[in-house]
């Protein structure tokens, strides 16, 4: 078997040289970030006062944008699968991400105005959008983040597909049906926080977001589980 470099514990990497594929999608996450930070420029003393809430924000969009890079690197790097499915999936992926940078802004800046009581200083008007519409807004970024994790499950699922192709280990294959799990689990979380957010009374819409604390419980639980199996079985096998 040729030597790969690894940086994980329980896999090997076998995308040794990054591919064309890889280069264009590190320019579009590099584009969705620029368009996402060039439309909070300030135009006057008083934006740049308020940046603040901008920056925080920032901060909201980055950290998820920077996780969906880390699951692609991490795709790539592990399997080195540049096959038509994969290009195919990988170009969803992208799409995605264009298709809803904007939209993550503007929800991460509502969010932010809306928690720090921006509604209840009396500036209802200069309000990112009135409460009536959140609601489907959340609808809207639910289905987003749904998809963009969904397309990642199915990645994950081809991979498992070709696990012999890959000489994938079965502490590999462990590894590698628990991000199919994430990406599943990411999909009925999303689910229930465009539901709940459809069902709250007025005023209340804004809370259906709250759902998405749930993440870091279920995901904690499923990676934990996961990696007790791919250790004892690393274990057994000499490491």
């Known amino acids: 078997m040729t030597e790969h470099t690894s940086s994980e514990r329980y896999f090997v990497w076998r995308g040794r040289n990054v591919t064309?594929?890889?280069?264009?999608?590190?320019?579009?996450?590099?584009?969705?970030?620029?368009?996402?930070?060039?439309?909070?420029?300030?135009?006057?003393?008083?934006?740049?006062?308020?940046?603040?809430r901008e920056a925080i924000a920032l901060a909201m969009c980055f950290a998820l944008i920077l996780l969906i890079w880390s699951k692609h690197h991490a795709f790539h790097r592990r399997y080195g699968l540049d096959d038509g499915p994969t290009i195919f999936l990988n170009s969803i992926v992208l799409f995605l991400i264009?298709?809803?940078?904007?939209?993550?802004k503007?929800?991460?800046?509502?969010?932010?105005?809306?928690?720090?009581?921006?509604?209840?200083?009396?500036?209802?008007?200069?309000?990112?959008?009135?409460?009536?519409?959140?609601?489907?807004?959340?609808?809207?970024?639910?289905?987003?983040?749904?998809?963009?994790?969904?397309?990642?499950?199915?990645?994950?699922?081809?991979?498992?597909?070709?696990?012999?192709?890959?000489?994938?280990?079965?502490?590999?294959?462990?590894?590698?049906?628990?991000?199919?799990?994430?990406?599943?689990?990411s999909i009925l979380i999303s689910l229930l926080a465009a539901t709940v957010a459809l069902l709250m009374p007025y005023g209340f819409a804004p809370f259906g977001g709250s759902v998405y604390f749930l993440m870091w419980p279920v995901m904690s639980f499923l990676s934990r589980r996961a990696r007790k199996r791919a250790e004892l079985v690393y274990a057994s096998a000499g490491g």
């Open 98 to 104: 264009m298709v809803f940078a904007y939209p993550l």
């Open 20 to 52: 064309r594929v890889e280069n264009l999608s590190d320019i579009v996450f590099a584009l969705s970030l620029t368009l996402i930070v060039a439309s909070s420029v300030p135009h006057s003393f008083d934006g740049l006062i308020a940046l603040w």
């Open 106 to 185: 503007f929800l991460a800046l509502f969010l932010v105005n809306f928690f720090t009581g921006f509604y209840r200083t009396g500036a209802e008007i200069n309000a990112v959008m009135p409460l009536d519409s959140v609601a489907w807004f959340i609808i809207i970024y639910a289905t987003g983040y749904a998809a963009v994790f969904g397309i990642f499950a199915l990645l994950y699922a081809h991979a498992l597909r070709r696990k012999e192709d890959l000489g994938l280990s079965e502490s590999e294959v462990i590894m590698t049906r628990l991000e199919v799990q994430q990406g599943i689990a």
